[in-house]
């Protein structure tokens, strides 16, 4: 039990460190990415307006006038070019290294007549795109005297942001491998409580159950010396004797199974260690079972029909095991009417023993199905016709998970249940 919860806990912790982790690396990585986008767009709009008064002068003396004279060539990067357009979108005249194959169409021209710049994303090329306006004479209207284009490559962005991606991810890896070394540590020192705390639980419900046999068999004892007197009782006094002693009874058997199934849920990760495991051939077992069951079936007027195959042996504790279909074939007895069937089958499938319980009784509704291990839980309609305190296929379930096994059940109401136990096989045999 402590090894799964130190697992699960373990687990927890990571999920918990990865989902922060990754949260962070998301909000972190589309900041930056962002951020390096919008500088390269300030880059390209700084560019495309230092380049506005270039316009005049390659249209009237050509782009060899053009060195040393215009402030944008201090901005002139060697990732970056420019493009200067008539105003019917004919190109001038370009400089640079890194050009969108794209031409300036109508329709871009169309939108940058309406004095709104265009960013377009083409390949690895990033373009700024502006119109140019002057003044007529009269100054009174604006005339178009044409376009620039700014451009710049993003093999530099598409870098940084895979060295950005790259580091988040050795960063990433880097903080798993630190919290699941500190979570071991963590998960360790958490539990230490509540294995000290489950072991002194363990030794208290012991004691309890110790403490509690001695007035149960003091009152058990009590009643029977009462009950071998009857000349000095009278039988309204017998009637309650035998109350008082079922009831004693109840509470004993109560108690053994209360602590029993404390033991096995505390004790689940050391069963291999404080139980007897040794080989059992089942056949033997489960024809003891039936040769002490068949008394109450013929009393009842049950068909109770074994079908043993020989020759299978599992790994386990007898008595846990011969209580565990102790449990299965008294209720298939007990809830089946007079006149019905139960048979017991014992078969081999593959790497397991298969031990089946089918009976023709009650059946058990579909809603109860994932109920019924449950302790104390007991259907309505039997909670007021039998005799029982809900624990039986509680404690069945706790025998076969130490045994590592598995049970399955299936049912129809009015047409019985079927109980199948699966354990491994002895390989050893």
Do not use: C
């Not at 846990?320 to 069937?341: C, E, H, I, V």
């Amino acid at each position: 039990m402590f090894q799964s919860l130190r697992w699960l806990f373990l687990l927890t912790y990571l999920l918990v460190m990865s989902a922060i982790f990754g949260a962070s690396s998301t909000a972190i990585y589309i900041f930056f990415s962002r951020s390096l986008e919008q500088q390269l767009n300030d880059r390209l709009q700084i560019l495309a307006e230092a380049a506005i008064p270039s316009l005049q002068l390659i249209k009237n003396r050509g782009i060899q006038r053009l060195d040393g004279e215009l402030p944008w060539q201090e901005l002139f990067r060697h990732n970056q070019s420019l493009e200067w357009f008539t105003p019917k979108g004919n190109l001038l005249a370009k400089e640079g290294k890194f050009f969108s194959n794209a031409p300036l169409s109508q329709t871009l021209a169309d939108g940058l007549q309406e004095g709104f710049p265009i960013l377009q994303q083409q390949g690895q090329v990033r373009t700024f795109s502006i119109a140019v306006y002057a003044e007529d004479r009269n100054k009174t209207t604006l005339r178009l005297e044409g376009y620039i284009r700014a451009s710049e490559s993003t093999q530099d962005l598409v870098w940084k942001l895979e060295q950005l991606r790259l580091g988040l991810g050795l960063g990433g890896a880097t903080v798993l491998l630190l919290s699941s070394i500190s979570g071991i540590g963590l998960t360790w020192l958490n539990l230490q409580p509540m294995q000290r705390n489950l072991r002194r639980l363990k030794y208290f419900t012991g004691d309890v159950a110790h403490e509690l046999r001695n007035p149960l068999t003091a009152i058990s004892t009590t009643v029977d010396l009462l009950r071998n007197s009857p000349e000095q009782l009278s039988s309204a006094q017998v009637r309650k004797l035998a109350i008082i002693d079922r009831a004693n009874d109840q509470i004993i058997h109560l108690v053994e199974d209360l602590l029993f199934l404390s033991r096995a849920n505390i004790d689940s990760d050391r069963l291999d260690r404080d139980f007897n495991f040794t080989p059992i051939r089942l056949e033997e077992l489960l024809q003891d079972l039936v040769e002490r069951f068949e008394p109450q079936a013929q009393s009842k007027q049950i068909q109770f029909t074994p079908h043993l195959r020989t020759g299978i042996v599992v790994k386990g504790d007898s008595h846990k095991l011969s209580r565990l279909f102790s449990n299965l074939l008294d209720n298939a007895l007990k809830y089946t009417t007079t006149g019905g069937k139960v048979a017991l089958f014992l078969e081999r499938e593959q790497r397991f023993a298969v031990i089946q319980i089918e009976d023709t009784g009650i059946g058990i509704p579909p809603d109860s199905l994932p109920l019924i291990f449950q302790r104390f839980w007991r259907a309505d309609k039997v909670k007021s016709e039998k005799d029982g305190l809900g624990l039986g296929l509680a404690i069945a379930q706790a025998i076969v998970q130490q045994h590592h096994g598995e049970i399955k059940v299936s049912s129809r109401v009015g047409a019985g249940s079927s109980f199948r136990v699966l354990l491994p096989l002895d390989t050893q045999t």
